[in-house]
């Protein structure tokens, strides 16, 4: 008896090793490229609201100083957990991304896959797989969508110009990655930083996964 009961809590143990094994798998996975198409590519008149791709990784990030911090929406993490957002512009961002009333708003990509070295614009080799799929995807799925906007954003900490600066480097790393290394045509990107402006709804603004990268088709 006492040896059933002990290989059923090792048969217990396995399968519970496996599920763990599951999840982890599924948050440290980047978005392929063509679920980035999916997300980017607006919605067939009629037929109600692009949904778009889920955050990727929320996992928390080591803490950077007081006056800069990761802006990633990158691996601090886990890769891609994915959640739809709604774009909400907000002061600064350009007017082309602003969907006029009435309309559907903009479709738009949260990536927390893609991440920057500490207290810098350098991106992160853990950062590839996710950039290679966006460029795959903006050059072949999305070949026909004539603009896309980059955006910068950081968490609460520290300095509001210093992140301001910083979100915008990032997004325009982002860009240079996109252009010189997967070839998408300079002209069809565009990049602004958000600095910690525009904190996830609902969440803390100095929690990790305001730190992130958005891509949103401007469409044109």
Known sequence: ???????SAGLLGCLVLVAGASRLAAQ?????????G?????????????????TLGTA????????VHSTSTGASLARPSVRPRRHRPGPGAATASQAPSGTQPAPSVTFNTIEFAFNSAQLTPGSTETLRNLGNA???????????????????????????VLSRRRADAVKDYLVQDTGVAPARLQTIGK?????????DPYAPENRRVVVINLGG
Do not use: V, W
Request: without cysteine.
């Open 60 to 67: 928390p990030r080591p803490q950077e100083s007081p006056n």
């Open 1 to 7: 008896m006492k040896r059933l009961i002990a290989l």
């Open 195 to 203: 600095g910690p402006t525009e904190p996830i709804t609902g969440r």
């Open 138 to 164: 903006l050059n072949h799925e999305l070949a026909d969508q004539k603009s896309f906007l980059i955006e910068g954003h950081t968490d609460a900490s520290g300095g509001l110009q210093y992140n301001m």
């Open 28 to 36: 440290t996975g980047a978005p392929s490229e063509s679920d980035i």
């Open 38 to 54: 999916r997300a980017l590519r607006p919605a067939p008149q009629g037929l109600g609201e692009h949904q778009g791709l889920p």
